[in-house]
């Protein structure tokens, strides 16, 4: 029975995670990237007000703190073992297009961090909440496709931000360190208890602390390797551009697989990886203290610039530069992409394993914050706030179990989750692109404007929305 529904949930993820939503998510981002004109060129400015405070503004926590606990559930596993599988699936070429998905994704990140801020509301206990739902309800009075998404999403990080993330860190400590998967379990149940049952200001605090550090650790590593492959460095530049539009081979090694496949599989993880237009990353952005929806909105794309366009990229490189300095690496009896990267990371002497096994520990557990607070967002949208606690004890109960147990379909119905949660968001944020386009023109081009647009203060007795001015 379980294998049949593993069967008939491999077959829906196929096609929820087909051509059509991968040309879906692409052709968002390079429509809303010609409807902002070309967002990404403001990159440098949304870097700067990351790291600057807007406290006099309405919200739960610091822009930085928004946007590291967005990175904090986007930065994980897959910046690792998603691009060296798409490396050893779809050749070299694969890295290219994924590094070209992350710069074409800071518009749509862009845009639904946007929208999350505009259509925001205040409870009456003083918390913001926001995301895809509101922007569906308030914006599109669409509630229930709002409902949708909130059920998607809500189930969704019980998998993707929560079984599958303490799995990676219990399979890494057993084959590294010898700790047994249950005790990971219980080590991590506790660690994440005593953060998420803070809240959203618990979770940015610690997230505003490890997502730097995790970062850097693990791009220190990347820049480590690259220096020892330095003579491969240009030459892995030129087979990752060539090998993206046509098959063949080039010294090293390297196959490429021809278009298609590269793009499929770059597209892909670079798509899953950095999680623009999924709608995720847009719940943290609308708790920012922020004064205007375009300041926390380019903050908030630079989130898809860090995890793609640097992490994923500097991953890339190192793959393929590692292929490259030691052909005899038979990149066609390799399909799994954590083994390419341990191969990889192993050229560090004693301390290359060292550096993966805690870039995988503290992405994975930055992850598992994240999609807390997500996942809390969701059930409270459609269950309200009795709905918290039970959900809080539930995802330390996954936590708990997830480490002794086959999660291989847990991870599918979590992909399929995912997908369906795209799909939601990605309607707010194509029907919405004329506030967008609207409040850019508004706001661009004088950032310390004081917003005035009001935001609803909802009253607990009755449930009803009140008008307030900022």
Known sequence: MLEMITKAASAVQEVVWGWAMILLLLGTHIFMTIRTKGIQRKIWTGIRLSVQKDTEAEGEVSQFGALTTALAATIGTGN?????TAVALGGPGAVFWCWLTGVFGIATKYSEALLAVKYRVKTKDGRMQGGAMYALERGLHMKWLALLFAVFGGFASF???CATQVNAIAAVCRENLGIPSWIVGVVVCILTACVIFGGIRSIASVCEKL?????????AGCLIILGINFDFFLPALKAIVTLAFRPGAVAGGLTGRGLMTAMQYGIARGLFSNESGMGSAPIAAAAAQTRNPVRQALVSS??????????????GLVLVTSIMKNPSIDMSSISDGGVLTSLAFAQIPYIGPVILVLGIISFAFSTILGWAYYGERCVEYFAGKK????????????????PVIALNLVWTIADILNALMAIPNLIAVLLLSG?????????LNRLDAV????IPTIDKQTGRKKRRDV
């Open 451 to 454: 917003d005035d647009t009001p």
């Open 435 to 443: 506030v967008v386009v609207r409040e850019t023109d508004r706001y």
């Open 387 to 402: 709905g918290l606690l039970p959900y809080r004890f539930l995802y330390i109960f996954v936590l708990g179990v997830a």
């Open 80 to 84: 690792i073992v998603g691009v060296g």
């Open 159 to 161: 998998g993707i931000g």
């Open 302 to 315: 630079t989130g898809t610039f860090w995890d793609t366009v640097v992490v994923c990229a500097l991953t």
């Open 211 to 219: 997502v730097p550090f995790m970062a850097i650790f693990y791009v």
